[in-house]
């Protein structure tokens, strides 16, 4: 059963990006877009969907002035280039809050609050023959996709993250705190404030450092007793 997404906002960029988003995910279609909330209410008036992605400012009647007018309203993830709004709208409930431009991990991090609002289900992005697998952007114009069983180790890079996967290495824009909030917390974790490790990729631990694929990494002071206990009390 696939999640019914209706996008209202008066950038026709802005409307395109989500979208393309979007398709990169299994069980979510698009039902309609406008680029007015007007044409949205009324859209509202005889068809349900699952979830709105919407605009705050735009021309007539606005993204906040919108939810209220809305008797039941769906699941609202707000899209703005403002983050002014944050406060306003979180006290309407709305699911999440985005400021443009919004980076695909981001975008993730909110989808997978619709998957857990609307069926409970932890899983980070879509499965593929029951293979977990997410989207991430390696360049201007090419999504990579990543299975969630490849992956190594994700190392900081300032503004940037290599992912270091069985198959390849991929550099992205993200911070470190973003991808692991992604990431299954039974199989990844935090170990010091450069990487974030598979467990079930772990070949030996020693001290204060694991091994993975011959290389070793060392556990930060800080996370030595919480990630030793996860690691130790993991069923693999």
Do not use: W
Not at 39 to 68: H, Q, R, Y
Not at 128 to 150: A, G, H, S
Not at 209 to 232: C, P, Q, T
């Amino acid at each position: 059963m696939s999640v019914q997404c209706l996008i209202i906002d008066d950038e026709p960029l802005a409307i395109n990006i989500i979208k393309n988003y979007l398709q990169q995910l299994d069980s979510f279609e698009v039902v309609n877009t406008f680029d007015n909330a007007i044409d949205g209410l009324n859209f509202l008036k005889n068809t349900s969907v699952d979830v709105i992605f919407l605009d705050i400012n735009m021309p007539v009647l606005d993204g906040i002035n919108f939810i209220k007018s809305l008797e039941n309203p769906p699941l609202i993830i707000i899209t703005s280039a403002y983050s002014d709004f944050a406060l306003e709208t979180y006290e309407l409930d709305v699911l999440d809050y985005l400021v443009k431009p919004i980076e695909f991990p981001r975008f993730v991090k909110a989808v997978n609050k619709i998957s857990k609002r609307l069926d409970g289900s932890s899983t980070v992005l879509d499965k593929t023959n029951d293979r977990p697998y997410l989207f991430v952007k390696i360049d201007k114009k090419k999504m990579k996709k990543i299975f969630l069983d490849e992956i190594l180790t994700v190392e900081s890079l300032k503004d940037y993250l290599k992912i270091n996967t069985t198959t390849g290495k991929y550099i992205i824009h993200s911070t470190l705190s973003d991808f692991t909030n992604l990431l299954p917390s039974h199989n990844f974790i935090r170990i010091h404030r450069s990487y974030t490790i598979a467990i079930n990729k772990i070949d030996a631990v020693e001290g204060n450092s694991v091994e993975i694929e011959g290389l070793r990494y060392v556990i930060g002071r800080s996370y030595i007793e919480s990630v030793k206990h996860k690691i130790l009390n993991s069923s693999i």
